[in-house]
């Protein structure tokens, strides 16, 4: 089973960034794929995530309206579409795959891949 996040980068304020999330080695379309984000010296937080029937779930309320996701279940991989970045939103971000359904719980995702920087400044 394998993750990769891709798509970081360093961005003003205002900008906006697409990650993807490409995967291999599972059944993709039964898997629901979570976005998490860690800052040094924090825990690591759910974003938001995406189940297997194309259903977003939030868990960071100072997204909504800016992050949102979507899935090709034929390339098997997820994109998160970041508008209006903030440097808030500087951190790590990581996807991460759960068995059909979201959860804000990272300790029920099975698999996860190494994550991606982003970086925002004002």
């Known amino acids: 089973v394998q993750l990769q996040a891709s798509g970081g980068g360093s961005v003003q304020t205002g900008e906006s960034l697409r990650l993807s999330c490409s995967t291999s080695g599972f059944r993709f379309e039964d898997y629901a794929i979570g976005w998490f984000r860690q800052v040094p010296g924090k825990k690591r937080e759910a974003v938001l995530c995406i189940d297997s029937s194309g259903e977003s779930t939030y868990y960071v309320d100072s997204v909504k309206g800016r992050f949102t996701l979507s899935r090709d279940n034929y390339e098997k991989a997820v994109y998160l579409q970041m508008n209006s970045l903030k440097p808030e939103d500087t951190a790590v971000y990581y996807c991460?795959?759960?068995?059909?359904?979201?959860?804000?719980?990272?300790?029920?995702?099975?698999?996860w891949g190494p994550g991606t920087q982003v970086t925002v400044s004002s």
């Open positions: 991460a795959a759960d068995f059909w359904s979201c959860k804000a719980d990272e300790a029920f995702y099975d698999a």
